[in-house]
């Protein structure tokens, strides 16, 4: 029997699409996109990235989170590693999934803020995204 895989949260700008993109990870690590089970996508929609997507008007997904959960549930039984949003954390925990959190080393700070500026396309996820990435490091040992 295949040992479960692990769930992976890692912080935004951490290296998970470049991962992902490498063909000899293919089988063994998903990034299971969040937005794409948060959001009832209309056709045209689905076609755009994720980072195209943002800013545009969507309906919740009636089915959000479960709907997650479930595709969580299924994704560990196939691969290795599974990247997840940072809502499955509780989940896994209620479920006794394994799970790794992954965050950027304080003196680190500096290279993930400019990671973000290259990789986001709207300034104001950007900007979040960099507060919020202060308030980690700050809280990191």
């Known amino acids: 029997m295949k040992k479960q895989g692990i769930v992976v949260y890692g912080f935004p700008a951490i290296g998970k699409s470049t991962l992902c993109d490498d063909p000899k990870y293919a089988e063994k690590i998903l990034d299971l996109e969040s937005s794409n089970f948060q959001w009832v996508l209309s056709e045209e929609d689905s076609k755009l990235s994720v980072e195209q997507r943002k800013g545009i008007a969507r309906q919740k997904n009636p089915d959000w989170p479960q709907n ?19 809502q ?10 394994d799970y790794w959190r992954i965050f950027p080393a304080m003196d680190c700070k500096d290279e993930y803020i400019e990671r973000m500026r290259q990789t986001r396309q709207r300034a104001r996820v950007f900007g979040k995204t960099s507060d919020k990435l202060g308030r980690v490091c700050k809280r990191l040992p």
């Open 68 to 86: 997650y959960f479930a595709a969580i549930k299924e994704a560990i039984k196939s691969y290795d590693f599974v990247f997840v949003a940072f």
């Open 88 to 97: 499955a954390i509780e989940f896994c925990r209620q479920e006794n999934i």
